[in-house]
Each structure stands twice: as C-alpha cells, then as structure tokens.
C-alpha cells in the first residue's frame, strides 16, 4: 500500500473538480485528475499544485466517458486509489421528446456506466483501508427533476439511487458511499446563461446568492477527511433552499 493518500477526481478540468483538486490538495491529498478534453487546464494545475505541494503527487489521466470501455482505460493507468470523486458530467437542456436514443446513451455513460464500472473495478484498492471514500456530484435535479432537462435529472437521480444502494453493500469493506446535491454553483457553464434568465433563478433560491465551486469542495473534504465516517448513503443538499 502506498504511503500517499490518492484521491481520483473525475471531472477534473471542471469548474466544480478544479476547486476539489485544489481543496483537496491542501488536505494532503495526491491526486489523479481525470479529463476528456480539458487537458490544457489540467495540466495547469498539475504545474501549480505540484509547486505549491511538493510532497505530493499529481497525475493528469485521460478518458472519454462517453465511450463503451472507458472506465476500463482509466483504470488501467492508476495505481493505489483511497477516494473516488465523481464530477464528471454533460448538462443538456432539451425537451424528451427532442432526445436522440444516442444522447441518452452518452448521458448514462457519462453520468452512470462508467462511474460506477470504475468504482466496481477500484472497489479492491477501496477496501484495502481501513475507511475510504466515494463521493457523487450529483444535482438539484436529481432530488425534484427539471422540465427541459428530463434525461439529465434521470441520470442525476440515478446517481443518488446508487449511492444508497452501493453505500449498504460496501460498508463491510470500510467504503463510505455519499452525494452532494448541489443547486446553482457559479460555474464557468452556468456564467453562459443569460442575465435576465439567471435573475428569475435568483429570485427562487431563498438565500438570492448562487452557490461558488469552492462550497462543494468543502462538504467533499469534509466527507473524504474522517469526520464523516459515520456518514454513508446520504445525499447532503447544498443549494441556498431552493430544495428543502
């Protein structure tokens, strides 16, 4: 077993993984920060993170989601793993009835299959510890479902119903199984919606603020940093009251 705690983060390229990156980090994390196609940005950080942290170690890993196999491929090019965070993702926003059959797949690929085959194939490296961890972004939508973003919510959904289920199947092994909700996190995709559009969501959350990357980060540190081992199969809201 490896004497550095490795952390996999999907998604790393990210709005919401690049602050998890950075936050775990600073815990004392090593890192696999996992791309598709932000591989400029997540070289970056590993340049930044490995300068600020010497003593660990951050390793960039490529892997299309959308693909049959693609869990398989990432696998392949880890070595000790402690945590698995799943930040990966694709939004869409279209009607059910403008869905193609492919890009429902792509969804379930990207969201579902090969997370959860990842964490199947890990589970070996999970359960060498004493407690590890696994940790789902999930969504908002994922708890009430969105009109316009029906297959989305569909996958969401499916991620927190695996949470549960995974949480009491692994617990014998040490593996504590938890979601994030998140609402509006102030990402670079959302900074695309037009301004009036982001008012009237505003308007809807209690709190009036959107949420920031970094909140996410905090509840993943909290969960992956031993004061939540008591924690599993929970999915924590985090999105200023819009869903109580």
Request: include cysteine; charge should be negative.
């Amino acid at each position: 077993m490896s004497l550095k705690n490795y952390a996999l983060v999907l998604g790393a390229s990210g709005g919401i993984g690049e602050a998890i990156c950075k936050r775990l980090a600073t815990e004392g994390w090593s890192l696999y920060m996992h791309y598709n196609s932000g591989e400029q940005m997540v070289n970056k950080m590993q340049k930044e993170l490995s300068e600020s942290y010497p003593s660990g170690d951050f390793k960039c890993v490529q892997s299309d989601f959308c693909q049959l196999g693609a869990a398989e491929s990432l696998a392949a090019q880890l070595t000790d793993v402690r945590a698995i965070i799943v930040a990966n993702g694709q939004s869409m926003l279209k009607l059910l009835t403008e869905t193609t059959e492919e890009e429902m797949e792509s969804l379930w690929r990207v969201h579902v299959q090969n997370p959860v085959r990842m964490i199947s194939l890990l589970s070996a490296r999970l359960r060498s510890y004493e407690s590890s961890y696994v940790v789902f972004i999930g969504s908002i939508w994922g708890n009430t479902g969105a009109a316009g973003e029906v297959m989305y919510s569909s996958v969401k959904g499916a991620q927190h119903a695996f949470v549960k289920a995974y949480a009491k199947e692994a617990a014998y092994g040490g593996i504590r199984v938890n979601g994030i909700a998140p609402g509006w996190i102030e990402t670079r995709m959302n900074g695309e919606i037009p301004e009036d559009e982001r008012q009237m969501v505003m308007e809807e959350i209690p709190l009036m603020i959107p949420g920031r990357p970094a909140e996410v980060a905090d509840l993943v540190d909290f969960l992956t940093s031993g004061k939540a081992d008591y924690m599993t199969g929970e999915i924590l809201k985090l999105n200023g009251g819009w869903y109580i």
